[in-house]
């Protein structure tokens, strides 16, 4: 698995010196049309249709059930404009929604609260994890949904929404919200434990085969660890503000829903700092490993050269050449030198076996 986010900035530069509020996309360039979902429901009713138009939502605007917009897209300008024209939207949250580098918050005007978090999305045909944008824009009895890409990501709410004994269909809007909030917050746990597969990968092969491909490899999980604390922490300041401020659009009963996503997110960032750790230990591994080959390398060549040192002491004496060495006119004196040296060399082994040096 490789975890790779895009450089946020590097299209940032079109909205300098641009006025606040200036509705410029700035997330990885998309041509895709922009798809709407309006999801109207109570306890009895469940009505769901893809539209073309923002104007087509209208009629769901002020109705007694539930309505949920969803958009998956946010790059088409001219649809940002009209939520904010037939919505009543401040530009500023606007230019917020096309802006993917926002970290997550809450924002609270006179009749709507506005909310801004990440996904994290891992694929499993590439297994890379990417990150990307979520708004919210929460009124009585009104949720809009903003994306940045299409997916599935809240199929399940869809699914739940069709189940007429579902608590979803029994409650009011703050309990979508806290649905989805709470989708994202069960999907970084999955990211956790395909990161923590991928750090226990490593780890043993950073044992037992410690090369620079795999210090390369512990170079990046720890950056990508590092980099996984941006969209994840800000969220828990969004979800303290919301269990602490006392917001009209969320009600005492949904309170304990929160709370109970705040105490997950509050795991998984433990979870986080837990592997962070883990891939920062992973460095000491690769190094004791590779100073442990190293020994082993060492500790053989020294044995080597220490077999040698006695046969080659005795090769050094009979290279002399001196006339006066008997040795040097004796008929079995080559092969008798050469049996002493293999005498030496053999016990020289098994007293280093007897040693356990070998």
């Not at 059930?65 to 001219?78: F, K, L």
């Not at 590092?226 to 659009?249: A, F, Q, S, T, W």
């Not at 750790?277 to 190293?294: E, I, P």
Request: net charge negative; glycine share 4%.
């Amino acid at each position: 698995m490789r975890i790779s986010f895009l450089n946020p900035f590097k299209r940032y530069s079109q909205k300098v010196g641009l006025p606040p509020g200036t509705l410029v996309y700035v997330g990885e360039e998309r041509t895709e049309p922009v798809r709407i979902t309006v999801t109207a429901y109570d306890e009895t009713h469940l009505h769901e249709e893809e539209v073309q138009t923002v104007e087509a939502c209208l009629p769901f605007k002020d109705t007694a059930t539930v309505t949920w917009i969803h958009i998956e897209g946010v790059h088409d300008t001219q649809i940002i404009e009209e939520i904010g024209a037939h919505f009543g939207i401040n530009s500023l949250v606007l230019e917020d929604l096309m802006s993917p580098t926002q970290l997550s918050k809450i924002e609270i005007y006179e009749d709507y609260v506005f909310i801004i978090f990440k996904h994290l999305d891992s694929d499993t045909t590439s297994l890379n994890i990417s990150r990307e944008q979520i708004g919210l824009i929460i009124r009585e009895n009104f949720v809009m949904s903003l994306q940045e890409n299409p997916g599935s990501l809240f199929t399940p709410i869809h699914d739940r929404l069709k189940n007429v004994n579902s608590r979803v269909r029994k409650m009011r809007s703050d309990y979508l919200v806290y649905a989805l909030i709470d989708v994202i917050v069960d999907n970084y746990f999955i990211v956790l434990e395909q990161l923590s597969d991928q750090i226990e990968s490593v780890e043993e092969e950073a044992i037992t085969n410690p090369t620079s491909e795999v210090l390369a490899r512990i170079n990046e999980l720890r950056r990508e660890c590092l980099l996984l604390r941006r969209p994840i922490l800000p969220l828990r300041d969004v979800l303290n503000d919301v269990l602490e401020d006392e917001i009209p659009l969320f009600t005492q009963e949904t309170s304990l829903y929160f709370r109970d996503v705040y105490d997950h997110l509050i795991q998984v960032i433990h979870t986080l700092e837990t592997l962070r750790s883990a891939a920062s230990d992973l460095f000491d591994t690769y190094t004791s490993a590779v100073s442990h080959r190293m020994n082993e390398v060492i500790k053989v060549l020294t044995i080597v050269a220490t077999f040698f040192i006695p046969l080659t002491f005795i090769a050094g004496i009979y290279g002399m050449n001196f006339k006066s060495m008997p040795e040097l006119e004796a008929e079995w004196g080559y092969p008798i030198v050469l049996l002493v040296m293999g005498g030496i060399g053999i016990a020289m082994f098994l007293y280093f076996r007897f040693r356990k040096w070998l």
